[in-house]
């Protein structure tokens, strides 16, 4: 199972751009990377995920280099809204693979 | 319809009773999920069913016991729990099992044990 490390927090203004990057060394061939963000006292939502290279859709884009080892994810002009925690998991396509959540990062944004 | 209800919202319950968690999904997924989040840490998987069969148990402990009625609905039972099992309880689904298939997740249930 691949490990992920993010950063245990970050702050931003709001309208800026931010990049959550995550870690995952051990990355297997066959694995996806998703990303997921919560708010207080809600469950998980899923953002984004892909394979390789760049993925971009209503709500943010995941930059994923050639090695896949590491991934960001990039949110646009963030609001006060977007305060919020986001998981990055690492996973196969394969039924057997429990979807286990790293530390996150708290996102706050500040006005 | 994509959201996944459970009841209650919250839950007070002392050591020695018996209570039941419920959680419904109508999006047709065949996978459902329970997961057990502490304050300010991620969510750790309890179990995954697949097409009614549990598929995986995360070596939790024997005072929690699952049940999946059919395909919408998941029941989490709980008997003789101890204060350290408070803590929001979140139901998942999705089509699938593996990574790459999206998890809808519920709001949680709070509970409490005295």
């Known amino acids: 199972l691949a490990k992920t490390t993010q950063p245990i927090s970050m702050d931003s203004y709001e309208g800026q751009e931010v990049n959550i990057t995550c870690s995952h060394n051990?990355?297997?061939?066959?694995?996806?990377i998703t990303w997921y963000q919560q708010f207080p006292s809600q469950g998980p939502r899923f953002i984004i995920q892909?394979?390789?290279t760049k993925v971009t859709n209503e709500v943010a884009s995941l930059f994923i280099p050639a090695d896949r080892k590491s991934s960001t994810l990039s949110l646009p002009r963030v609001s006060l809204s977007d305060t919020a925690v986001y998981y990055c998991?690492?996973?196969?396509?394969?039924?057997?693979?429990?979807?286990?959540f790293g530390k996150g990062t708290r996102l706050s944004v500040i006005a | 319809d994509t959201e996944v209800t459970q009841t209650p919202k919250h839950l007070v319950m002392g050591m020695t009773n018996k209570k039941s968690l419920k959680c419904e999904q109508h999006?047709?997924?065949?996978?459902m999920y329970w997961y057990k989040q502490k304050a300010k840490k991620p969510p750790e998987l309890m179990f995954v069913?697949?097409?009614?069969?549990?598929?995986i148990n995360e070596s939790v402990p024997s005072r929690f016991s699952p049940e999946c009625p059919n395909s919408s609905l998941l029941n989490l039972h709980l008997h003789a729990l101890q204060p350290e099992d408070s803590a929001l309880y979140l139901c998942?689904?999705?089509?699938?099992?593996?990574?790459?298939?999206?998890?809808?997740f519920g709001p949680g249930t709070r509970l409490t044990v005295l």
């Open positions: 998942a689904s999705s089509q699938g099992v593996g990574v790459h298939n999206e998890q809808f």
């Open positions: 051990n990355i297997a061939t066959n694995d996806y």
């Open positions: 892909g394979y390789k």
């Open positions: 998991l690492v996973g196969d396509l394969g039924g057997n693979t429990p979807l286990v």
């Open positions: 999006m047709g997924h065949r996978a």
């Open positions: 069913y697949s097409y009614e069969k549990l598929s």
